[in-house]
């Protein structure tokens, strides 16, 4: 069955011009043709979609999230602790709605008991409606560091034991905390809790598997010592200076921005600002925040998006990148394009390219013109199927 989706603009992630009265063709779960519908070729008996007041593009990629986590019931790693089944149920819904905000693919940042490495099963195998997941397992964190719950990592020897059974589970990613965070009252964001050691041998063993490795790092001497053992994004990285981010450009970093969980009344200040030390971490990485993203966007740095479970807010992650100095083009790529490229998987998804999966979505309005048009989603078409349908939960 061939589908054409048929839309008042185009706009196919690759930074070319959009399309006035766009059209893409859909065989066999992946995209067969895009371009101006005047020129497409409309074989017999196929499905052709008319959204004339609604933008055509790419599926939205969500570069930084957790499946099980919903930020406003408030003590992030208290909820990782819970029995795995209730962490399970929170998922499904949490997965459901990213897939309704327009999301197609979510690198997931670290889960106990391998949740993500087998929610994405239970994803690819259309058990449970949810984005394409890039899983990276049981997150790698110091007795002393942020993201503990359960399962701690210390020591080169243990690390090398944690990204090689997270490897064999079935990780895509490996992911460190290495300095402290704004929902954990008791570390430090500019500090580290991982040495260079366990850095470098984290990197070592994802890299010679062909796998890249994510680092939750704010500041100060975590990033540098992330960015000295090559790891490939740093997440969040509120606290980065220009020399930072000038390093990062020259070695090819990505910078993951989050920001919906640290400015959205739903995000850690519904819950955990009631505690001081997460309040007054809570207003600092805000007024950082401010300086260095747009000290990011103007630098020709590498970055993208992702709503750290703020499920179904990339539209408010793009929105805030704009207030932050970025065109919406920019925004746009940050969440099409370029999310895909940092994931890893920018061969199969972000762009509306022959070839490419049929991870398609249409907005309605212009994102172009006016970017909250991201929140407003029609059409959602992940790997060729439809699921537009589905009710929210």
């Known amino acids: 069955m061939t589908t054409v989706i048929r839309a008042g603009l185009l706009f196919d992630g690759t930074g070319r011009d959009p399309i006035r009265d766009g059209a893409v063709v859909i065989s066999q779960g992946r995209i067969s043709w895009a371009g101006p519908f005047d020129a497409c070729w409309v074989p017999g008996g196929a499905e052709v979609i008319v959204r004339p007041d609604e933008t055509l593009m790419p599926g939205m ?28 149920f929170r998922a499904v ?13 979510l690198r997931v940042m670290g889960e106990e008991n391998l949740l993500d490495i087998e929610m994405g099963r239970a994803v690819s195998l259309d058990l449970i409606p949810g984005p394409r997941l ?16 359960v399962t701690v990592t210390d020591g080169p020897d243990e690390v090398r034991r944690r990204v090689r059974q997270n490897l064999a589970a079935g990780a895509r990613w490996i992911k460190l905390f290495v300095t402290g965070g704004v929902s954990s009252k008791e570390t430090v964001l500019d500090r580290a809790s991982y040495s260079k050691e366990e850095i470098l041998m984290a990197c070592e063993e994802a890299h010679r598997a062909g796998v890249s490795v994510a680092a939750h790092a704010h500041g100060g001497i975590g990033v540098k010592l992330c960015l000295e053992c090559g790891v490939d994004s740093l997440e969040h990285a509120a606290f980065v200076t220009p020399e930072d981010v000038e390093q990062a450009k020259r070695r090819g970093t990505w910078l993951v921005g ?15 600002a009631s505690l001081p030390e997460i309040g007054e ?20 740095a590498k970055y993208a998006l992702g709503t750290d479970s703020m499920h179904g807010m990339m539209w408010y992650e793009a929105e805030r990148l704009v207030e932050l100095g970025a065109s919406n083009l920019e925004a746009l790529m940050a969440v099409t394009s370029k999310g895909a490229a940092c994931c890893g998987v920018a061969d199969c998804v972000g762009t509306l390219e022959p070839g490419k999966l049929a991870d398609v979505i249409t907005v309605r309005g212009n994102p172009l013109e006016d970017i909250s048009a991201l929140s407003r989603v029609g059409l959602i078409v992940k790997g060729g199927r439809r699921y537009d349908g589905l009710s929210a939960m």
């Open 281 to 300: 971490k809570i207003r600092r990485a805000r007024e950082a925040v401010a300086e260095t993203w747009s000290m990011v966007v103007k630098s020709g």
């Open 93 to 105: 819904a949490n997965m459901r709605k990213e897939l309704l905000s327009g999301v197609t693919t």
């Open 134 to 149: 890039i899983p990276s397992g049981v997150m790698l964190t110091s007795s002393n560091g942020h993201g503990r719950a």
């Open 258 to 272: 989050t920001f919906s969980i640290l400015f959205h009344p739903e995000g850690v200040e519904k819950v955990d």
């Open 61 to 88: 990629v969500n570069s930084h999230s957790h499946v099980s986590i919903v930020p406003a019931l408030g003590d992030q790693m208290g909820q990782m602790r819970e029995h795995p089944l209730r962490q399970a």
